[in-house]
């Protein structure tokens, strides 16, 4: 069984920064790509931000030079930092990611981490 477990949301004001991380653990062989999304309330999830496994990221425009999106790879490991945020920044944040598990691709997500920013 793999899990994705997400962490560092919280409440700050605009301008400000957090980082969010998202943990893969479980019988895992190998992991590609590594992506977090977010859902705002009343709106369709969307992409935020991508890596894939040798380290090449794409960025939605609305959060492009804000945000920056890296991995550890020894940990399992896909971390989120976010600077400058801004009240639509507002949303639930979720970990995905494609993983190799018991010989077969699978796509995981995690549970979700709320971020509010305040104007």
């Known amino acids: 069984q793999v899990q994705l477990v997400e962490s560092g949301g919280s409440l700050v004001q605009a301008g400000g920064s957090l980082r969010l991380s998202c943990a893969a653990s479980g019988s895992i062989f190998s992991i590609n790509a590594m992506s977090w999304y977010r859902q705002a309330p009343g709106k369709q999830r969307e992409l935020v931000a991508t890596?894939?496994?040798?380290?090449?990221?794409n960025y939605a425009d609305s959060v492009k030079v804000r945000f920056t999106i890296s991995r550890d790879n020894a940990k399992n490991t896909v971390y989120l930092q976010m600077n400058s945020l801004k009240p639509e920044d507002t949303a639930v944040y979720y970990c995905?990611?494609?993983?190799?598990?018991?010989?077969?691709?699978?796509?995981?997500w995690g549970q979700g981490t709320q971020v509010t920013v305040s104007s």
């Open positions: 890596i894939t496994s040798r380290g090449s990221t």
């Open positions: 995905n990611a494609d993983i190799w598990a018991t010989m077969r691709l699978y796509v995981y």
